[in-house]
């Protein structure tokens, strides 16, 4: 085999058409992830882009839209009790998840309902 994998480059949700100033307070805001500007050709198309350290998360128009319920990105988080009680002050719910061993993890859904893990390693 000559070929090899390298990173992930970027994880791809689905939202609805007109749907991008929400998608900014949730991901930028309440989640914490920075906005990356989008190539000019590709703006034409909505949806906006989120990264963190060398990892993206792009919120891409779909129409007809149809949320993620089962499929979903999972990030590995840092003091995830803080988020959570960050999460709360936002009044995001999410769900305890307890059945990985070794691992505090949490689901929440985007305000489109794509399903989202956040989780820490013990």
Same mark, same amino acid.
């Given at each position: ?50 990264? &963190? ?11 007809? &839209? ?57």
């Amino acid at each position: 085999m000559t070929f090899a994998y390298k990173t992930i480059d970027h994880v791809q949700l689905a939202a609805p058409k007109g749907s991008e100033q929400e998608a900014r307070e949730f991901f930028g805001r309440i989640l914490g992830l920075q906005e990356i500007e989008k190539p000019e050709e590709l703006k034409k198309r909505g949806g906006v882009w989120f990264g &963190f350290d060398h990892y993206q998360i792009h919120i891409g128009i779909e129409d007809p &839209f149809s949320p993620a319920k089962k499929a979903h990105p999972a990030f590995e988080i840092e003091n995830l009790e803080e988020l959570k009680q960050h999460l709360t002050k936002h009044s995001i719910k999410f769900t305890v998840d307890t059945q990985l061993p070794g691992a505090n993890r949490i689901y929440v859904n985007d305000p489109f309902g794509n399903r989202i893990e956040l989780l820490e390693w013990l």
